[in-house]
């Protein structure tokens, strides 16, 4: 593919419901992140995935944050009963290897983000 | 903890001036920095790693252990250098998993 997809672009959500934002990585890449970005802030990290693998889930802010990679492709990330600081845009990057790999190869491309807003 | 400080929230230039993008560090193990580039309307994406040693659209960064800082430098600023600049550290944990940690970012002006 072009690049790591996003989808929703946009997503507008009322505190309390439940989200899923989807990444589409490029195509044959291992490993897959999710960060998130408030306002005025860098990225925070929240998950790695190494192929079906969730290695690392320490940044997931609470257990309301969920993320699946099944197939070691697309991934979900779902967000249950949002609430108001859940607001941020969210962050998807893949790199073709994993970190033990040659450094070379482990550039994270980014997507364009979901910018999630919870009212 | 590792930690990235970008001191500049904002840093407005002339075109042709020279262009110094601060970035700070704390971390106990060896570094690998990076820094990220954003683009009005664009996805964010890699500038130069240290570990490549080049330079990219005129910009090179030296990674200083001493200081603890990877600056980013350009000689001549040129208008489409406006964007937002955040530098990142990479952190490896012993679970074969890794992480960037970002800086807040500076938004880089430059006046034409």
């Known amino acids: 593919g072009a690049g790591v997809s996003q989808s929703p672009r946009y997503k507008v959500a009322k505190r309390g419901q439940d989200v899923a934002l989807r990444c589409d990585p490029i195509?044959?890449?291992?490993?897959l992140f999710w960060y998130q970005q408030a306002l005025g802030q860098g990225p925070e990290f929240l998950t790695y995935?190494?192929?079906?693998?969730?290695?690392?889930k320490s940044g997931l802010p609470s257990d309301r944050f969920f993320a699946e990679r099944p197939e070691g492709s697309v991934s979900t990330l779902k967000i249950q009963r949002t609430q108001q600081e859940d607001s941020a845009v969210y962050l998807c990057?893949?790199?073709?290897?994993?970190?033990?790999?040659?450094?070379?190869?482990?550039?994270?491309?980014f997507g364009a983000g979901t910018r999630l807003s919870v009212l | 903890a590792q930690r990235v400080t970008q001191p500049e929230k904002l840093l407005s230039v002339f075109k042709g001036a020279p262009v110094e993008l601060k970035c700070n560090y704390s971390?106990?193990?060896?570094?690998?920095l990076f820094w990220y580039v954003q683009y009005s309307r664009q996805r964010l994406q890699l500038l130069l790693r240290?570990?490549s040693r080049e330079s990219i659209k005129g910009f090179t960064a030296d990674l200083n252990k001493g200081e603890t800082s990877f600056h980013l430098k350009k000689p001549f600023a040129q208008e489409e250098d406006s964007a937002m600049y955040y530098c990142?550290?990479?952190?490896?944990?012993?679970?074969?998993?890794?992480?960037?940690?970002f800086g807040k970012g500076t938004k880089l002006s430059v006046i034409p």
């Open positions: 990057a893949s790199s073709l290897t994993g970190p033990a790999d040659d450094l070379a190869k482990n550039i994270q491309y």
């Open positions: 195509s044959g890449h291992v490993s």
């Open positions: 995935f190494q192929n079906e693998a969730q290695l690392d």
């Open positions: 971390y106990s193990g060896s570094p690998e």
């Open positions: 240290h570990i």
């Open positions: 990142a550290l990479a952190r490896y944990s012993g679970a074969g998993s890794y992480q960037l940690t």
